[in-house]
């Protein structure tokens, strides 16, 4: 997922789909320990899925914040 498309969605289209990654990573750390996993990739893929969507949360947050000023 690219920083630019996530921008494109609305605050409430973030939050499902980072409620949607928290379950896919606990699903995958759980793989993990029991020795299922295949793509050892996608773990590191959906982490950093979840940082660039709470990032782009944050940014409009805060222009939100400063727009109310």
């Known amino acids: 997922m690219k920083a630019r498309d ?5 605050e409430d289209e973030l939050t499902g789909e980072l409620d949607n990654l928290g379950k896919e990573i606990f699903n995958l ?3 993990r320990a029991n020795g299922q996993l295949e793509n050892t990739a996608r773990v590191r893929q ?3 899925d979840i940082a660039r969507i709470k990032t782009v ?6 222009r939100a914040s400063q727009e109310q000023i």
């Open 6 to 10: 996530i921008r494109t969605k609305t």
């Open 29 to 31: 750390r759980f793989q």
């Open 46 to 48: 959906v982490r950093r």
């Open 57 to 62: 949360l944050g940014e409009q947050r805060r």
